[in-house]
C-alpha cells in the first residue's frame, strides 16, 4: 500500500509528466479522439493510470487471494493451473442422430464439456409435428421430441463421463426429465450426473422471447427444480442465469452485469418463499456471460460480477455456506459481433473474446464458428473454434497463473466503475420493486433498447468502427460451406415421432400426463411426475400441453 506522502508524489509526478511529456505532444499531434470510452459501459478511459486511481481499495476486503472472499480473484485457489475451463462447444442440429455424430466429433478433437442446441418447437414446448413447427425443424438445434431422441443423442456417450449444459428454459423441466431417465437408464447414479440447465425465464421476458408460461407458474417450476435437484441430482446446476442475451439484445457490459445479478436475486427470494433454504439450493446455481470485444472491460465485468455476488448473498440472505457465495460463470463468445462481411475476420474476434474469459477465470467457455453470422456451423469452423480455446490454454500462457490482470491500475480501476454502475443500476431496480416488476414496467427492456439504438446509430455516423463493415471494406462475396437443414431432415423427424408414439404405452402415458396435471393443481414437486412421464415416452409437446392448460400462456404486456 502507498501512503499519503507516496501518492502525493505520485500525483506530482503525473502533473509534470503531463507539463513536460503529453502537451507537447498533444500540441503536436493530438490523439485519435477527444475522448475514450470503454466499448459499450461509455466509461472514460484515462490517458494514464496510476497507484493514485486505486488509492482506496484495500487489499483483503476488496480484491482478496483466489479461492477467499469476495472472491474477485477467482473461486479457485489455483485458477487453471489444477484443471483447465471447461470447452464447451454449443452444438445440436437437425436430427437427434446428426446431433450424436457432432458429440462423437467434439469430443475425438478433444472438448471436456457438451453444450446441447435444441431447436425452436423444442424451445417453445411443441412437437416436431405441430403446426407452429413447420420449417422450424432442427434449425437452430436438434430436435427432441421424445425420450427416444434423447437416448439417440447420448448413444455411445456415459453419462457419468461428461458434463452436459442444456440451453432450454421454458421446457427446461421435461428436457433435464429426460437427461435424468437416459442416466437412469444407463445405470448412472443421480448424484453423479453434472452438468446445467439454463432455465432463467426472466431473461426471455427481458430479451430472448421462448416463453411458454406466467411468470408465477414458471417460478413454481424453477424452484421445484432446485429442491428435486438439491436432494437427487446434488452435481447438476439447476439454473444458468444468463446475461449473455441480454448482453446480446444490446445491453452495456454494466446492464448485463446489473440485470442478470438482478434476475439471480429475484430466483433466491423465491426459492426462499417458497420454503426453501439458501444454503440448500445456492450452491447450484451458476451464471452465464457473454464476451465482447474489449478485452478489458470484459476482465472488468467478470471480476466485479464475482464481487458483487458474494456481497449480495452475505448481506441480503445471510448465506453461511461459502460456496453460495461463489459466483460460477459459463462465457460464450458474441454472436451479435460476428459479421457477415470478411467471415475470416470473425475469428480474430473470437480469439480476444476468449481471452477476456480466460483472463477474467470463466468457468467454462464456448468459441463461435467464423460462419454463425450466416448459418449453423459446418465441422470446419466448429474444430477452428475449439483449437481457439486449445491453443488459449496451452500456448498462450494466459492459463499459468491466476487473475494475472489483477494489480493492474486500470484494470481495478474499470473493476470499481463497473461495479458502481451495475450497482447504480440494481438501486433503480429494487425501487421498482425487483426484477419482475421492472420487467412488467417495461423499464427494463426500454433501458436496453435505448442502448442497442445507441451503438447503431454510432455504427451508421462511423463513430463507431466494425472492420469489414462500415470501414476497410471489400467487395467480394463470402465464398463458404454452409450447414443446412432440409425439408428432409424434418420429415425424418416427424416420422420418428410417429414411430415412438404407435409404439408405446398411450394407457400408460394418460396415466402419467393426468398425474402430473392434478400435480400442477396442487402443491407437489413437479419433477417426479414430469419423470414419469417421460419414461412412459410422453412428448415434450404433450407435457407441456398439460402445464398450458393448467398454467396458461404469457403474452407480452401481462403482468410478470
Not at 452475505?314 to 459459463?330: I, T
Request: hydrophobic content about 35%; glycine content about 8%.
Amino acid at each position: 500500500m502507498f501512503d499519503s506522502d507516496d501518492l502525493e508524489a505520485i500525483r506530482e509526478g503525473e502533473a509534470s509528466w503531463h507539463a513536460d511529456q503529453v502537451e507537447p505532444v498533444l500540441e503536436r499531434f493530438g490523439e485519435r479522439n477527444e475522448t475514450f470510452t470503454t466499448d459499450t459501459g461509455g466509461q472514460e478511459v484515462d490517458r494514464l493510470y496510476t497507484p493514485a486511481d486505486v488509492a482506496d481499495r484495500d487489499y483483503d476486503e476488496d480484491l482478496g487471494f483466489p479461492g477467499e472472499p469476495p472472491y474477485t480473484r477467482g473461486v479457485y485457489s489455483t485458477g487453471y493451473r489444477g484443471r483447465l475451463w471447461t470447452m464447451r462447444q454449443y452444438a445440436g442440429f437437425s436430427t437427434p442422430e446428426d446431433t450424436n455424430e457432432r458429440f462423437h466429433y467434439l469430443l475425438d478433437q478433444g472438448q471436456t464439456g457438451l453444450s446441447m442446441a435444441f431447436d425452436l418447437p423444442t424451445q417453445m414446448g411443441y412437437d416436431s409435428d405441430a403446426e407452429m413447427s413447420a420449417g422450424e425443424v432442427g434449425k437452430a438445434g436438434v430436435a427432441i421430441d421424445s425420450l427416444e431422441d434423447m437416448e439417440t443423442v447420448f448413444d455411445g456417450i456415459p453419462l457419468d463421463d461428461v458434463s452436459t449444459s442444456m440451453t432450454i428454459n421454458a421446457p427446461a423441466s421435461v428436457l433435464l426429465a429426460m437427461y435424468i431417465a437416459v442416466g437412469d437408464r444407463q445405470g448412472v447414479d443421480r448424484s453423479a450426473l453434472r452438468g446445467t440447465i439454463q432455465n432463467d425465464l426472466l431473461k426471455e421476458y427481458i430479451a430472448r422471447n421462448t416463453y411458454i408460461y406466467p411468470p408465477e407458474p414458471s417460478m413454481r417450476i424453477i424452484t421445484d427444480i432446485f429442491e428435486f435437484c438439491a436432494e437427487e441430482v446434488p452435481k447438476f446446476n439447476t439454473i444458468s442465469i444468463s446475461g449473455y442475451h441480454i448482453r446480446e439484445a444490446g445491453s452495456t457490459a454494466a446492464q448485463e452485469l446489473a440485470f442478470t445479478l438482478g434476475n439471480g436475486l429475484e430466483y433466491v427470494e423465491s426459492a426462499i418463499d417458497a420454503g426453501l433454504d439458501v444454503d440448500d439450493f445456492a450452491p447450484q446455481l451458476s451464471f452465464f456471460f457473454n464476451g465482447h470485444n474489449n478485452i478489458f472491460e470484459e476482465v472488468a465485468k467478470f471480476r466485479a460480477a464475482r464481487r458483487m455476488w458474494h456481497d449480495l448473498m452475505d448481506e441480503r440472505f445471510d448465506a453461511q455456506n461459502p460456496k453460495s457465495k461463489q459466483l460460477k460463470f459459463h462465457t460464450q463468445t458474441a454472436g451479435s459481433m460476428l459479421t457477415a462481411q470478411q467471415i475470416e475476420n470473425n475469428v480474430v474476434r473470437v480469439a480476444y473474446q476468449a481471452l477476456a474469459a480466460v483472463l477474467g477465470g470463466t468457468q467454462s467457455l464456448h468459441t463461435n464458428g467464423k460462419d454463425e453470422a450466416l448459418a449453423l456451423p459446418t465441422e470446419k469452423s466448429v474444430r477452428t473454434a475449439l483449437r481457439t480455446q486449445q491453443i488459449l490454454a496451452h500456448e498462450s500462457g494466459a492459463a499459468d497463473t491466476v487473475d494475472p490482470l489483477a494489480g493492474s491500475y486500470y484494470v481495478e480501476s474499470l473493476t470499481d466503475e463497473v461495479e458502481a454502475d451495475a450497482y447504480e443500476i440494481l438501486e433503480e431496480v429494487d425501487g421498482r420493486g425487483g426484477m419482475r416488476r421492472a420487467i412488467e414496467q417495461q423499464w427494463v427492456q426500454r433501458q436496453i433498447q435505448d442502448t442497442a439504438f445507441e451503438r447503431q446509430h454510432e455504427i451508421e455516423k462511423r463513430e463507431r468502427i466494425i472492420v469489414g463493415v462500415n470501414e476497410f471494406e471489400v467487395d467480394e462475396e463470402p465464398e463458404m460451406d454452409v450447414q443446412e437443414v432440409t425439408e428432409e431432415d424434418e420429415r425424418r423427424q416427424i416420422r420418428r415421432l410417429e414411430s415412438v408414439q404407435s409404439d408405446r404405452d398411450e394407457e400408460a402415458v394418460e396415466a402419467t400426463l393426468e398425474a402430473l396435471r392434478e400435480a400442477a393443481r396442487g402443491e407437489d414437486n413437479l419433477m417426479p411426475y414430469i419423470i414419469d412421464a417421460v419414461k412412459a415416452y410422453a412428448t415434450v409437446g404433450e407435457v407441456c400441453n398439460v402445464l398450458r392448460d393448467e398454467f396458461g400462456e404469457y403474452t407480452p404486456g401481462s403482468a410478470v
